[in-house]
């Protein structure tokens, strides 16, 4: 099992540009969730998938992102335009229907410049 | 609220001394709790959680956690730390939908 994917790891990019992250979660695995970590904030839940339907979106930030999972084996979130508070690390996770805990992805490093 | 508080930002303890990293919540009802690890740019890692059952919980790399009810805390412990047990650790609790986390406290340990 290679685990959950993400890519890629750094994204550096420009003020206004769109920007795509991608997950691909633990096969089997019914729930995805999408992450963004920052030093003044923490770790804050964005959005979260069960089978492939979004469940939860209040944390998204706002109407500049947006996320999907058109299958159980991948899911995006994207930004656009991004702007330098987007700046963050981004972190999927997914978690199988008998576990309580949460398999990451080694998440991705945003730099919006 | 359904909220989780590490009081600490940091702890530093010496390598072989016994380290505690505390944790509290707020939550209704019954808490699923967590600890995870993270190590320099990496994912977070699981350690251990508390479902139900013993009080004391024993998890990866010789961690363990002690769940008070009444205390409404779950402080992640281990006897002897190593110097390999630096990092970020975040307690975490389970309200039925998503895991809300704590902000992190990091573990230094000295040679």
């Known amino acids: 099992d290679a685990g959950v994917i993400q890519s890629p790891r750094h994204e550096v990019t420009e003020m206004g540009q769109e920007v795509t992250l991608r997950c691909k979660p633990i096969s089997g695995h019914d729930y995805l969730f999408w992450y963004r970590q920052t030093m003044m904030r923490g770790l804050e839940l964005l959005i979260y998938f069960n089978n492939n339907v979004p469940i939860d979106d209040s944390g998204m930030p706002e109407d500049r992102f947006s996320a999907k999972m058109p299958n159980a084996s991948f899911s995006t979130l994207k930004i656009q335009p991004s702007e330098p508070r987007d700046s963050a690390v981004y972190f999927c996770a997914s978690q199988g229907w008998s576990n309580y805990g949460y398999t990451f992805g080694s998440g991705t490093r945003l730099t919006v410049v | 609220a359904q909220s989780v508080a590490q009081p600490e930002d940091q702890v530093n303890v010496a390598e072989g001394n016994p380290l505690t990293v505390k944790c509290t919540y707020s939550?209704?009802?019954?808490?699923?709790l967590f600890w995870y690890v993270q190590y320099p740019n990496r994912g977070l890692q699981f350690l251990l959680k508390y479902i139900t059952g013993d009080n004391l919980v024993k998890g990866s790399y010789g961690f363990e956690a002690e769940f008070n009810k009444s205390q409404t805390s779950f402080h992640l412990k281990k006897p002897s730390a190593l110097v390999s047990d630096s990092a970020l650790y975040f307690c975490?609790?389970?309200?039925?939908?998503?895991?809300?986390f704590g902000k992190g406290t990091t573990l230094s340990v000295s040679s």
């Open positions: 975490a609790v389970n309200p039925g939908t998503a895991l809300i």
């Open positions: 939550v209704s009802g019954n808490p699923y």
